[in-house]
């Protein structure tokens, strides 16, 4: 790998090594499915694999595991301002394309056409934005699992579950 993708990959801030007295570090079975053999598990405390959607969000995790920590703070406040750039980055863009649009008005009095627009123009276009500026500071899977969430309870049941995998929908319930 090289240097700048292996840059890519680590993560900003390294969770806290050691444990807390009251907090013992968690330990998993790694199970290694590639191998022509057969898969071959490695010893560990757990008796299963985690899932490998809960994988992605193991950093986020590790690093507000210590609530109050130096560690903690940065994570949260880094969260803060992935979500104030996103909106008003898109709030930046949705105004221009509802004046392209030729729609003008308010959603407190502007006319149904604008409010509806606006809503429809606003929701896929914040998700974007979300992914895009979560992605420059490196919490792309926390917000992605966000979004899944959010998305999951706009979309009825029905289509949801015709669009979505499996392994997503387990993770929603149990979320």
């Given at each position: ?68 920590s130096a560690n903690w703070w940065i994570e949260w406040i880094i969260i803060f301002i ?94």
């Open positions: 790998m090289s240097q700048a993708t292996r840059q890519e990959a680590e993560p900003l801030l390294q969770p806290q090594q050691g444990h807390d007295v009251n907090h013992a570090a968690p330990t998993a079975t790694i199970v290694n499915i590639h191998d022509q053999d057969g898969p071959r598990v490695t010893p560990g405390t757990a008796t299963h694999a985690p899932k490998p959607r809960d994988e992605r969000l193991q950093h986020h995790r590790a690093m507000v595991r210590y609530r109050f992935v979500f104030s750039v996103t909106g008003s980055s898109t709030m930046l863009v949705v105004k221009p394309l509802m004046k392209a649009l030729g729609l003008t008005g308010s959603l407190g009095q502007g006319p149904w056409s604008f409010r509806i627009a606006y809503v429809v123009l606003t929701l896929p276009l914040y998700s974007c934005m979300l992914l895009l500026i979560s992605s420059i500071v490196c919490r792309r899977p926390y917000f992605e699992n966000l979004l899944i969430r959010m998305w999951s309870r706009l979309i009825p049941s029905c289509i949801w579950n015709k669009c979505v995998p499996e392994d997503a929908r387990t993770e929603q319930d149990q979320a």
